[in-house]
Each structure stands twice: as C-alpha cells, then as structure tokens.
Nanobody, 113 residues
C-alpha cells in the first residue's frame, strides 16, 4: 500500500505560477500528475521515473510545466508556470508500485481573473 498526500493547489490569475507537491508513504518507481477538468476525462499531464529521472509531458503543458522529484523525501513536484484558464481542474498524483497504481486525493487548481 502507498499513501499519497498532495498540496499546493489554489486560485491563480492567468500567467501566474503554482507548485504542486505529492509525498508518498514509500519509495515508488514512477510518479505522475494527472488532471481532470469539469465534465472531462482525467488526462495525463507529466510523469517521471525514479532512477533515470526520465520525464514526459502532455503537449499542452510542454515548456510551461516542469516535473521533478526528491527521492530522499519520496516527493514529486509539478512547477506550473504561465498558467492558462484551460489548466483549471483537479490535479491528482499517481504512483506505481509492484504494478499497482495508487492515487492521491486531488488538489484543486483554478486559473481565473
């Protein structure tokens, strides 16, 4: 079992920045961020592996979001810059361990003027 605790969401104006954090109760191989906007399906935003630190991003966030992790703290971060209203949604952290997916409770991000 893995417990994930997310933080860092909030209300921000377009063009602003936020940093999300997700801390796992134990070390996991891959960690990712997903988001779900109202009325839409959950979509992958970014992912990072533990050993090589290899990253992947959705096209819609490339150049604006940066995923990173601190393995000493079992924590993954999502730095979000140049935020747009379409980035609004609930952001979820996902971890993979022993071929099982674990999800956090989600943190709300609202981009609005």
């Amino acid at each position: 079992q893995v417990q994930l605790v997310e933080s860092g969401g909030g209300l921000v104006q377009p063009g602003g920045s936020l940093r999300l954090s997700c801390t796992a109760s134990k070390f996991t191989y891959a960690m990712s961020w997903y988001r779900q906007a109202p009325g839409k399906e959950r979509e992958s935003v970014a992912s990072i592996t533990s050993v090589s630190g290899s990253t992947n991003y959705a096209n819609s966030v490339k150049g604006r979001f940066t995923i990173s992790r601190d393995n000493t703290k079992n924590t993954v971060y999502l730095q979000m810059n140049s935020l747009k209203p379409e980035d609004t949604g609930v952001y979820y952290c996902k971890a993979v361990l022993d071929a099982r997916n674990y999800w956090g409770q989600g943190t709300q991000v609202t981009v609005s003027s």
